[in-house]
């Protein structure tokens, strides 16, 4: 398999969430996937046979947030301690292991890693955001539950929200692919705590939006943005580059690759008729007449324009307007 799992210290990988995929002890194992070329998004699906739902799925995330997605019935409620955390680069994105529990629906979660995307990968009523940072939780009593929590980012010419301000300083750190570092200090969430209270908050049944691509993934998108300075945004993307998957097709519709293909296909076979010449609204394709037929010019239109066509009249051929 591309992608293995990985185990830190008894609780969930930074990663096992967002790309299914382990690594060994000490290491930063790079997955095997990407944003552009035969790595992008469009061919995921045939990177691993486990990536089919990427192609085939009918509720990939990420979407456009509109009217049509309900909003969350409570508030997630999140807990995590104080703690040292590891901050990596995994290429496709980077990303802080860190260890909380979220109560929500009744049931509790694991929080297992947040990474970051730029730019977003959903949008708000069509809008995106610079920055969108996930942070992915494990059902603690069925592991099969997966709920992310999805928080954009907006620019501003003041301080950064204190998630982003906890890891600026650490970013030379990790410029590399496979570099990771502590972050002694943690991270401080204050402010994505009051956000939840405050913010609407929509929730929807998707997808995982990194290969495999598997469904039954339970977004939590928060609609108030949080704040990111130029500065730390222009560090962070410096590094991140882009790793935002393209926006799907709207929940249980055809997946959007299936469509693309589908419609390739029917072109495929609208011009193989045409050439062999099933479709009568195609352009008449010219036929050299034979001796002793009739050629009628119905009409000549625009300017004249040198050719190096040269037409040979037989004896017997006439011409008529």
Known sequence: MLFKSLLIAGTASASCLHGLYRRAEGEVEIPQFGYEDTFGPLNWAALAP???????GKNQSPINIDSTVSLATEKPILDIPQQVVEFENLNTTIEVVVNGTTTFGGN?????QFHIHTPSEHRINREYFPLEVHMVH??????TQIVVLAIMFELCTTNSDPLIASIAPHLPAITSPGSRTPIDTGIDFSGVLTLLQTSRIFQYAGSLTTPPCSEGVTFLAVETPLAISVPDYNAIKRIVKYNSRLSQNALGGENIIAVGA?????GAANGSAADAGED??????????????TVV???ISGSPVASP???VVQRGMRFRH
């Open 309 to 311: 066509l040269v037409g």
């Open 280 to 293: 009568a609204s195609a352009t008449p394709r010219w036929v050299a007449p034979t001796p002793g037929s």
């Open 262 to 266: 589908a419609a390739g296909a029917a």
């Open 297 to 299: 010019i119905a009409e």
């Open 50 to 56: 486990e990536n089919e739902a990427c192609a085939t």
């Open 138 to 143: 494990k059902g603690i009593a069925d592991p």
């Open 108 to 112: 509790q979660y694991g929080l297992a």
